[in-house]
C-alpha cells in the first residue's frame, strides 16, 4: 500500500523489477531502490534521479516516526517534511513524499512507477525503511527538487545578453512604436553602467537605486562617463525579458520612464546569481534598465 503527499494518492505498490522483501536484505539496498526508478525514468524519458544523503537523512527519520505510530502513515504533513528539509539544510523549491507498506511477501513484480518517480523535474531521492509494530516494513520515498536545479533551469536563457539587451530594446520600441513614441536605440555605455549597477547589487546584498555608498543613477552615470543624467528602472525575480518589461510597464513609474519621448538612448544589465547556496544572493536574477538623452557622449568615455 502507498500513499502519497503533495502529489497522488495512490495504492498499490511502486515499480520494482525485485521485490521490496528481498531488496532489504541487500547490501546498498538504497541503491536498488534507485536502480528501479531510474530503469522506468529512462523508459518514459526522465533524467535519471541522484540519491541525496540529507534527503535520506530525512526519509529515515520520517521512516523511523511512522513505524512507531501508524497514524502518521494516514496523516503525513507537509509541515513536517519542510521543516525536515529546512533543518537538514536542503534548499528545497518543491518535493514529493511517498511512504509504502510491503504487505507482499513473495516475488511479485509490481506495476509502473508513477507521479513524483517519473517527474523529470525531480532529480535527488531520499529512502528510508523501518520495520513496524505490527511486523511489516514501511518505506519512505523523497523525492527531491533542489532549489539550484530550479534556478538553473530558469535562468538557463539568461547567459546571453547582447541577445537579452537586442529583444528589450525592441519590445520596447515596439511599446514606443504603438505610444506614437521615436524609438529608442542601445547605447553600449549605458550597458555598461546597468550591468555595474546590476552586479553591485547581486555582490553586495540590496536592491535600489542609490548604492550603499549614496551614489544615485544619475551620480553613477556621471562617474562613469554619461554626462547626461539617466532613468533607471529595476526589477529582480524575472527570468525572461517579457517578464521583466511586463513588470516596468505595469508601474506608473517606470512606465514613465520607457515612455519618455526625450529619451533616446538605452542599456540594459542582467546579473544572475550563482546557484545552489554558493553564496549570499545565489538565487537572485537583477535587471536594471538605463535610458538616457543621448548627451552622454560629450565626454568621451
Not at 201 to 225: E, I, K, Q
Request: hydrophobic share 40%.
Amino acid at each position: 500500500m502507498t500513499k502519497w503527499i503533495r502529489g497522488c494518492v495512490c495504492a498499490g505498490a511502486l515499480a520494482l523489477g525485485l521485490c521490496a522483501a528481498r531488496a532489504q536484505t541487500l547490501t546498498g539496498w538504497q541503491d536498488e531502490w534507485l536502480a528501479r526508478f531510474n530503469g522506468d525514468r529512462a523508459r518514459s524519458g526522465a533524467p535519471p534521479l541522484r540519491l541525496s544523503p540529507v534527503l535520506m537523512q530525512v526519509a529515515q527519520q520520517q521512516a523511523e516516526e511512522m513505524a512507531r505510530d501508524s497514524r502518521r502513515f494516514e496523516t503525513l504533513s507537509v509541515a513536517t517534511v519542510s521543516e525536515g528539509l529546512r533543518r537538514a539544510g536542503y534548499s528545497a523549491h518543491d518535493w514529493r513524499e511517498t511512504a509504502m507498506i510491503d504487505t507482499v511477501r513473495s516475488n511479485v513484480r509490481s506495476g509502473a512507477s508513477s507521479g513524483a518517480a517519473l517527474e523529470g523535474r525531480f532529480r535527488d531521492l531520499g529512502v528510508g525503511s523501518a520495520i513496524r509494530t505490527d511486523g511489516f516494513r514501511l518505506y519512505v520515498f523523497l523525492f527531491g527538487e533542489h532549489q539550484g536545479d530550479y534556478f538553473a533551469s530558469a535562468t538557463a536563457g539568461l547567459s546571453d545578453r547582447q541577445r537579452l539587451a537586442a529583444e528589450m530594446l525592441a519590445r520596447v520600441n515596439d511599446v514606443r512604436r504603438r505610444s506614437g513614441m521615436p524609438p529608442m536605440v542601445r547605447n553600449v555605455l549605458l550597458d555598461r553602467l546597468s550591468q555595474e549597477h546590476a552586479e553591485d547589487m547581486l555582490a553586495r546584498s540590496y536592491f535600489g537605486h542609490r548604492t550603499p555608498d549614496g551614489l544615485g543613477p544619475s551620480d553613477r552615470a556621471w562617474v562613469g562617463g554619461y554626462g547626461a543624467g539617466i532613468g533607471e528602472n529595476l526589477v529582480e525575480q524575472r527570468f525572461s525579458v517579457p517578464e521583466a518589461l511586463k513588470a516596468w510597464l505595469d508601474s506608473p513609474e517606470h512606465r514613465r520612464n520607457i515612455l519618455d519621448p526625450g529619451c533616446r538612448e538605452m542599456g540594459l544589465g542582467v546579473a544572475v546569481g550563482g546557484g545552489y547556496d554558493a553564496a549570499r544572493g545565489a538565487y537572485r536574477v537583477v535587471w536594471v534598465q538605463s535610458v538616457g538623452r543621448g548627451e552622454g557622449q560629450s565626454r568621451g568615455k
